[in-house]
């Protein structure tokens, strides 16, 4: 398929139809030549004369004769694809519609069905003939349809990746019972955009009239209206969807020097969450400080990624939020709790955040909330204390390696941190220097 697109210059669904009506085709062919040879050897057979003075009493001589090939089911898909009046997209439509032989299907059943199907082909598009193909196939096989809607429910997927400008992108696969119903979805939000029903009801219409003077594109509004239906779907059931932790977007700008309150360290950062959720409050030196509580904001980034926000995102969403000051030392401490509390705070959580980016670990790139934090000094074992300074924020899969395999984590006088390995995988345990993904701290230092 890789080859076909790079030689077609296609798309990869396109590929995908050429290749398997390439395998088709080969299927074809390879039966008809089988068939033509052993037409021709059992011509060649009967033409050979008997042999003159054999004994009586000896049998007939015999040679092997090829067996027959019997054609594939769906060699006539083949035959009018030569021809020409048949598309390739037609001839897809049709072996995928029908379907595989299994114990209840046989190939003679199939043929029956195909050679309907391909009377009524010239008069259906591709979509048209494989809806037609896969109702004949259900009627012929009404036992394989719930191990069919099962293989469908199985399929399905939703996946998210990053594109390199910070954006994300979504692709997904759902079974017809739920795609159906995130169709009816999309129909009632986009309607009036697509020729929908016309409405009689004032409030209806007024909607309506709304949504098709609305500036943005129907592509645009549909995203917004995902991203509003997964809101409201968290806030309503946050435990049940998101477990205990409550989906957030944390956005981070570097206050400026001049604006630092009194009894501020230089080094300050603000934050704001994106989503509404349960965020800390500010402290309490910014709360008796509200003229410098609040400054004019910076541009700044979004947690866990290098992509930038612009001053008026920022304060947009702090109308919503608030802030949360976060302030370190020229060693990075801030909140400190000492051993009055083992688990982190959500404060010192995002102090962490800010501070390390993420995992760590050499060559991990999971963001602050895909981490758990880590005591470098034990809690139990070494009486350690939950202290900024003490705390190093790691994926879970690189929190259990650094546990089981006995690593060690260490913090020098000048506040760097350093990974050690154990003996055996490093008989010199040679200290790997861990350095901070935050690229906010990054640009500021």
């Given at each position: 398929?890789?080859?076909?697109?790079?030689?077609?210059?296609?798309?990869?669904?396109?590929?995908?139809?050429?290749?398997?009506?390439?395998?088709?085709?080969?299927?074809?062919?390879?039966?008809?030549?089988?068939?033509?040879?052993?037409?021709?050897?059992?011509?060649?057979?009967?033409?050979?004369?008997?042999?003159?003075?054999?004994?009586?009493?000896?049998?007939?001589?015999?040679?092997?004769?090829?067996?027959?090939?019997?054609?594939?089911?769906?060699?006539p898909?083949?035959r009018?694809?030569?021809?020409?009046?048949?598309?390739?997209?037609?001839?897809?439509?049709?072996?995928?519609?029908?379907?595989?032989?299994?114990?209840?299907?046989?190939?003679?059943?199939?043929?029956?069905?195909?050679?309907?199907?391909?009377?009524?082909?010239?008069?259906?598009?591709?979509?048209?003939?494989?809806?037609?193909?896969r109702?004949?196939?259900?009627?012929l096989?009404?036992?394989?349809?719930?191990?069919?809607?099962k293989?469908?429910?199985?399929d399905?997927?939703?996946?998210?990746?990053?594109?390199?400008?910070?954006?994300v992108?979504m692709?997904?696969?759902?079974a017809?019972?739920?795609?159906?119903?995130?169709?009816?979805?999309?129909?009632?939000?986009?309607?009036?955009?697509?020729?929908g029903?016309?409405?009689?009801?004032?409030?209806?219409?007024?909607?309506?009239?709304?949504?098709?003077?609305?500036?943005?594109?129907?592509?645009?509004?549909?995203?917004?209206?995902?991203?509003?239906?997964?809101?409201?779907?968290?806030?309503?059931?946050?435990?049940?969807?998101?477990?205990?932790?409550?989906?957030?977007?944390?956005?981070?700008?570097?206050?400026?020097?001049?604006?630092?309150?009194?009894?501020?360290?230089?080094?300050?950062?603000?934050?704001?969450?994106?989503?509404?959720?349960?965020?800390?409050s500010?402290?309490?030196?910014?709360?008796?400080?509200?003229?410098?509580?609040?400054?004019?904001?910076?541009?700044?980034v979004?947690?866990?990624?290098?992509?930038?926000?612009?001053?008026?995102?920022?304060?947009?969403?702090?109308c919503?939020?608030?802030?949360l000051?976060?302030?370190f030392?020229?060693?990075?401490?801030?909140?400190?709790?000492?051993?009055?509390?083992?688990?982190?705070?959500?404060?010192?959580?995002?102090?962490?955040?800010?501070?390390?980016?993420?995992?760590?670990?050499?060559?991990?790139?999971?963001?602050?909330?895909?981490?758990?934090?880590?005591?470098?000094?034990?809690?139990k074992?070494?009486?350690?204390?939950?202290?900024?300074?003490?705390?190093?924020?790691?994926?879970?899969?690189?929190?259990?390696?650094l546990?089981?395999?006995?690593?060690?984590?260490?913090r020098?006088?000048?506040?760097?941190?350093?990974?050690?390995?154990?003996?055996?995988?490093?008989?010199?345990?040679?200290?790997?220097?861990?350095?901070?993904?935050?690229?906010?701290?990054?640009?500021?230092?």
């Open positions: 398929e890789d080859l076909l697109q790079s030689i077609s210059g296609s798309s990869r669904g396109d590929a995908a139809k050429l290749f398997a009506v390439g395998r088709l085709l080969s299927e074809t062919d390879a039966a008809e030549k089988a068939a033509r040879e052993a037409a021709d050897a059992k011509k060649l057979l009967d033409e050979i004369p008997p042999l003159d003075g054999a004994a009586p009493d000896l049998p007939p001589l015999e040679l092997p004769v090829p067996p027959a090939a019997v054609p594939p089911w769906h060699a898909i083949g009018d694809l030569r021809e020409g009046w048949l598309s390739v997209e037609k001839a897809d439509s049709l072996r995928k519609g029908l379907g595989d032989l299994d114990r209840a299907i046989t190939p003679e059943k199939l043929a029956t069905a195909l050679a309907r199907l391909l009377t009524e082909a010239r008069t259906l598009n591709a979509d048209q003939l494989f809806k037609r193909a109702r004949v196939r259900d009627v096989d009404e036992a394989g349809i719930a191990a069919r809607e293989a469908a429910y199985d399905r997927s939703l996946r998210f990746w990053r594109l390199h400008t910070g954006q992108r692709v997904g696969l759902f017809p019972e739920d795609g159906e119903y995130l169709m009816s979805t999309y129909d009632a939000i986009t309607s009036p955009r697509r020729g029903v016309r409405f009689v009801d004032k409030e209806q219409a007024a909607w309506a009239k709304q949504v098709q003077d609305d500036p943005r594109t129907t592509e645009q509004l549909t995203a917004d209206a995902f991203l509003a239906l997964m809101r409201l779907g968290v806030k309503a059931d946050p435990k049940r969807i998101a477990g205990s932790r409550s989906p957030a977007v944390r956005m981070i700008t570097i206050r400026p020097r001049s604006t630092t309150p009194a009894g501020f360290a230089p080094r300050g950062t603000t934050t704001t969450d994106a989503a509404p959720t349960e965020a800390p500010p402290t309490a030196d910014a709360a008796a400080n509200p003229e410098t509580a609040s400054p004019a904001l910076q541009p700044g979004i947690e866990g990624t290098a992509v930038t926000v612009a001053a008026e995102t920022l304060e947009r969403n702090r919503d939020t608030g802030l000051d976060v302030t030392d020229d060693h990075g401490h801030g909140v400190d709790l000492g051993r009055e509390q083992r688990t982190f705070s959500p404060a010192q959580r995002a102090a962490l955040a800010l501070r390390d980016g993420g995992c760590m670990w050499p060559g991990c790139d999971r963001p602050p909330s895909w981490t758990e934090t880590h005591h470098i000094q034990h809690w074992e070494d009486t350690g204390q939950t202290n900024l300074d003490q705390g190093i924020l790691l994926c879970r899969g690189d929190h259990l390696r546990h089981n395999e006995h690593w060690r984590i260490t020098d006088d000048t506040g760097g941190y350093w990974l050690t390995p154990p003996p055996g995988l490093d008989p010199e345990q040679k200290p790997i220097p861990l350095t901070s993904r935050s690229e906010i701290l990054r640009d500021d230092d």
